[in-house]
């Protein structure tokens, strides 16, 4: 049983750039959450999509924009790279519902240079 | 605003030592309390998990002590080991209406000498 997967594993980006990182959820899971962790700090959470619709969002600006597909595979796009977005991006997820474990993925290494 | 506040930043004990990473919240509606180890270069994994109606949870050498009153909780590793040494993030969420959100404190860089 595979677990949540993400792609690419790391990646180099100009500012300004635009990048598009990928997730697909652990088998069963519907619901899946995108984390921002920089170096040295805690995962902070970026948004969270069910039904293909996002249904909470952390304090990250509009840059910063996602996608979830019928089969439950998602999408982080983020437009107009700053130095700052520099992190490791994590995919997370889970099954709808109260009581459901949290799994996430090995992650994407962004670098914006 | 730091809601999930983690202490300490980095902890150093022997093999067989008995290391305790302490949590503390604010938000009294959360309701699920894990704890993750992550290795450098990888993503989190979950290790236990915790609800406010328990006051402790053991798996294994882990073991979680809640305090719901303080809003207080830990992590103790019994036994510990080498291959314990990672980063530990304790998290909390309010899974109540089907939220999903974890917020997660600053991690303990914990060293397990031999």
């Known amino acids: 049983d595979a677990g949540v997967t993400q792609s690419p594993t790391h990646l180099i980006k100009t500012r300004g750039q635009q990048v598009t990182l990928r997730c697909s959820p652990k088998?069963?899971?519907?619901?899946v959450s995108w984390y921002q962790q920089a170096l040295g700090q805690g995962p902070q959470f970026i948004f969270q999509?069910?039904?293909?619709?996002e249904r909470q969002r952390g304090n990250f600006p509009d840059r910063f924009s996602g996608h979830q597909f019928p089969n439950y595979s998602s999408e982080l796009n983020v437009n107009a790279l700053l130095l700052g977005d520099s992190a490791l991006y994590l995919c997370?997820?889970?099954?709808w519902g109260i009581g459901n474990t949290i799994y996430f993925g090995e992650g994407s290494w962004l670098t914006v240079v | 605003q730091q809601q999930v506040k983690q202490s300490p930043q980095s902890l150093i004990v022997q093999k067989g030592g008995i290391p305790i990473i302490n949590c503390a919240y604010e938000?009294?509606?959360?309701?699920?309390f894990p704890w993750y180890q992550q290795f450098p270069g990888k993503g989190p994994a979950l290790l236990i998990a915790?609800?406010?109606?328990?006051s402790e949870k053991k798996e294994g050498r882990f073991t979680i002590s809640f305090n719901k009153s303080a809003k207080q909780f830990s992590l103790h590793i019994m036994d510990s080991q080498p291959g314990d040494s990672a980063t530990y993030f304790c998290?909390?969420?309010?899974?109540?209406?089907?939220?999903?959100?974890?917020?997660f404190g600053k991690g303990t860089l914990l060293t397990v000498n031999p």
């Open positions: 999509y069910y039904e293909e619709e």
């Open positions: 938000n009294t509606a959360f309701d699920y």
């Open positions: 998290a909390a969420s309010q899974q109540g209406g089907s939220n999903y959100k974890l917020t």
């Open positions: 088998s069963g899971h519907d619901t």
């Open positions: 997370a997820s889970t099954g």
């Open positions: 915790i609800r406010p109606d328990v």
